[in-house]
């Protein structure tokens, strides 16, 4: 019966999830998406973000813009698009947006001249002690 109700509850949240503002959207990656060896797992974290944002000590649009740099840094279309809606609601600017954009492309720039280089990573480490 526990199992029941939990795949009920699950079911009901992966349609809707609020997200850090409290508006809610469509989640079309949780439930219908996850493993049901995966016994729920997945779609609890999901439905934990905007908890997490709100007591991770950053308002929603920075919140929303780490992840949108995270996304364009895995060159992620599905959560660019979802991240760079959440950001504008939560008031990002369009500078803010192409920053954390371009934050995400020259951190990854370097690591890949980094990474080709085989630059000695003990002296990298040095140089910020």
Not at 9 to 18: E, G, R, V
Not at 90 to 99: C, D, F, N, P, S
Not at 114 to 126: A, D, I
Request: proline share 2%; hydrophobic share 45%; with cysteine.
């Amino acid at each position: 019966m526990k199992k029941i109700i939990l795949i009920t509850i699950s079911l009901i949240f992966s349609i809707s999830f609020l997200n850090a503002d409290n508006h809610i959207k469509t989640n079309p990656i949780t439930t219908p998406m996850e493993p049901e060896a995966f016994l729920g797992a997945y779609t609890e974290m999901v439905l934990k973000m905007a908890e997490f944002q709100k007591r991770s000590g950053f308002d929603a649009k920075t919140f929303e813009l780490f992840a949108l740099s995270a996304a364009a840094g895995m060159k992620c279309e599905y959560c660019i698009v979802a991240h760079t809606a959440m950001a504008k609601k939560a008031g990002a600017t369009q500078e803010e947006i192409k920053t954390a954009i371009m934050v995400a492309g020259v951190v990854s720039l370097n690591s890949t001249v980094m990474y080709g280089n085989q630059y000695n990573q003990e002296k990298w480490r040095k140089m910020f002690e």
